[in-house]
């Protein structure tokens, strides 16, 4: 006959009213680990989608996800003839904000090396890869669009050919892929007024040369909106993914590249690692302390309940008492309930969180550490808290129940 | 005719200076096997003190408790495990039936029976019930129960561990006359039938032809036993015991 399960029987509405507030406790914390572990995988998926062994940044950098790094884009021709070397790869990266049919999207830009990265590594949800050079998009589905969709950007209007699944930059920011060159024309596109004094600004430069006073027609050539090569310069690169060679050693290339005096290599740990620094450092910190606090508070409701339930149970435990029950037996009355709460409280959680987390805007990652760890500090929480009540039953006097 | 418990000399003050109470002034008491006691006296003399000393449930702070001719008591200081002793071989009735309100009229006697280490405690149980005539109300909670009824169960509690020793504090105070009748005769045949020592504590000097011996208190002192026609009651006692 187990004392504590025979009492929850008898007071099951409020035993199960306080589990289920309990619950809600519980499911934030655990919510609050999947988001930060949501984080810390969502800042690895921006390089683990790219699928590069190396990525090579602009010289005392720390990449394009850090800060501005700018490579000129001869590098990725440099960079795939090193031997070991199998594919080099240009990459741009930038976060646009764009109003579209009364929505603010907010995306990540990524620029594929078109022809040789088409995407076909993505995580493709449905769709393709991109099959042209320019117009096509590849976009997360969190974006809420549809192939088929066309989004205007720039002055580019790009169709949807692809959706992927779980590619967000840690920010929570919806991840595009598109042609280097398409993200060229979207993040560098200048208005109107700006490409007008650019050219005029041109024909005055070329009309001061000897050249252009000579040849004066040169200057309409300037202002032509078709022509523009001399005076802008090939935009550059953020980054050149390299891929080893099976059979070559990645230190050996990485050193090898390293030695390049514009450049900085980084491992792909290496560039995950900088990536986790800069975006979730301090969102760790701010989310470790919310569950130290909120694990606290549990405590301490727990603490709670259990100390009153105990107290309403004095009398019993006085006649328990007098019957010789012995301590084990007393303090199993009380530690079994608080067991018995937190374990209530940990499923009713989980059945919540299986309702809830999927429609949270952050992705709630529950790790194999947090399914193993939650169980075991909720059980340390209600074991902690269940002290207070356990000492009470302890000095209860068996004496008492004689009285009257 | 054996000696089931033992106090001698016993005192237990409360308070301080002034204020200080003894609650029990020297008391010596024996009962005796099969044998069942009335505690008489008026309000503060000392009486419910008593019970739980010779409960253990709250020694005395001078004086010997001995229980089967073993010293388990002694100034204050146990000197036997009072738990154990509690558990295997005393039982209590109170005024109030002080069931363990979560459990069950059967529950209540069955834990009581575990915790004495009764082989099956559930069979006890439903066996102490049908005794006392509250066999159909074992399902029914404390709350759910009358006080007749709490009070028969409370006893079947008692019972639970074939008790040496019941001691029973004013358990017919909430109880109407023709209840707190049955009650007593009930107590009288724990002593008569199943040879357990029985003491109660009691106001109500219309049920004094049940019982065998007679004490009395006053301010913490002890009178008796004046034996109520001894004579009668060991006649009417078979020895046998259940
Ligand atoms: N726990 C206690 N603290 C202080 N005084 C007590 C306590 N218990 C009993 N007393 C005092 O001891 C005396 C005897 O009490 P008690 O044994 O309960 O009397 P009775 O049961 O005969 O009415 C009373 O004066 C009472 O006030
Ligand atoms: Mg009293």
Do not use: C
């Not at chain 1, 975006?279 to 919310?290: E, T």
């Not at chain 2, 002034?18 to 008491?29: F, K, N």
């Amino acid at each position: 006959m187990n004392l504590a399960l025979r009492d929850v029987r008898r007071h099951l509405p409020r035993f199960v009213g306080t589990a289920a507030g309990l619950a809600l406790l519980f499911a934030v914390v655990i919510a609050m680990q999947g988001i930060y572990a949501g984080m810390v995988d969502d800042a690895k998926i921006l390089t683990r989608t790219m699928g590069a062994d190396l990525w090579v940044v602009q010289r005392d950098t720390l990449g394009p996800f850090a800060e501005a790094s700018r490579l000129d884009p001869s590098l990725v021709r440099r960079a795939a003839v090193v031997p070991g070397v199998a594919r080099a790869r240009g990459y741009t990266y930038a976060i646009v904000q764009r109003e579209h049919e009364g929505r603010t999207l907010r995306l990540a830009l990524v620029g594929l090396s078109w022809p040789d990265d088409r995407g076909a590594e993505l995580p493709l949800e449905r769709g393709r890869e991109l099959s042209r050079g320019r117009g096509e998009l590849i976009v997360d589905r969190t974006l809420g669009l549809d192939l088929g969709d066309v989004l205007p950007l720039g002055d580019e209007s790009l169709e949807v050919v692809g959706v992927t699944r779980d590619t967000l930059t840690s920010a929570g920011d919806a991840v595009a892929f598109l042609s280097i060159a398409d993200w060229h024309s979207v993040v560098d596109a200048s208005p109107d007024e700006a490409l007008r004094l650019e050219r005029e600004r041109a024909r005055a430069r070329l009309l001061g040369t000897e050249l252009g006073r000579s040849q004066p027609w040169l200057s309409e050539l300037a202002i032509d909106p078709r022509w523009r090569a001399p005076v802008l310069p090939e935009p550059p690169l953020h980054a050149v993914l390299v891929d080893v060679a099976p059979d070559a050693s990645p230190t050996e290339v990485e050193a090898r590249l390293a030695g390049w005096p514009d450049v900085r290599v980084l491992s792909t740990p290496a560039q995950e690692q900088v990536l986790l620094d800069s975006v979730v450092g301090r969102a760790k910190l701010q989310i470790g302390l919310f569950t130290v606090i909120l694990t606290l508070t549990a405590m301490v409701v727990v603490m709670m309940v259990l100390y009153t339930l105990a107290v309403e149970k004095t009398h019993d435990i006085a006649v328990l008492k007098l019957l010789g029950a012995r301590r084990p037996t007393i303090a199993g009355l009380v530690l079994q309930q608080a067991w018995l709460l937190g374990l209530l409280a940990y499923l009713v959680a989980v059945g919540i969180g299986a309702m809830l987390y999927p429609t949270f805007p952050r992705r709630v990652v529950l790790t194999d550490e947090i399914r193993f760890l939650a169980p075991v500090v909720i059980f340390v929480v209600t074991t902690g808290a269940s002290l207070l009540g356990v000492a009470h039953a302890m000095r209860v006097d068996a004496g008492k129940v004689l009285e009257g | 005719m054996s000696v089931s418990v033992r106090g001698e000399g016993l005192v237990k003050r409360f308070g301080r200076g002034e204020a200080a109470v003894r609650a029990l002034d020297g008391v010596s008491i024996a009962l005796d096997d099969g044998v069942i006691a009335a505690l008489l006296g008026p309000s503060g003399s000392g009486k419910s003190t008593l019970v739980k000393a010779l409960g253990l449930v709250q020694l005395p702070d001078e004086g010997v408790i001995h229980f089967r001719d073993r010293v388990v008591a002694r100034d204050g200081l146990a000197v036997a495990d009072l738990a154990e002793l509690r558990r295997s071989h005393l039982g209590f009735v109170f005024q109030k039936a002080n069931l363990v309100s979560f459990l069950s009229a059967r529950e209540n006697v069955e834990i009581a029976a575990r915790i004495g280490g009764q082989r099956d405690p559930r069979a006890r149980a439903e066996e102490l019930l049908a005794y006392l005539d509250v066999g159909h109300r074992a399902k029914a909670y404390p709350e759910e129960l009358s006080g007749g009824e709490q009070q028969r169960v409370a006893i079947a509690r008692a019972l639970a561990n074939r008790p040496a020793l019941v001691l029973a504090d004013e358990p017919t105070a909430a109880l109407d006359k023709e209840r707190g009748r049955a009650v007593m005769e009930l107590l009288r045949r724990v002593a008569h039938e199943q040879g357990a020592a029985v003491l109660v504590v009691t106001h109500d000097h219309r049920a004094m032809d049940v019982f065998d011996v007679v004490y009395e208190m006053e301010d913490g002192r002890l009178t008796g036993p004046l034996a109520r026609s001894r004579d009668d009651a060991h006649a009417a006692a078979p020895t046998s015991a259940t």
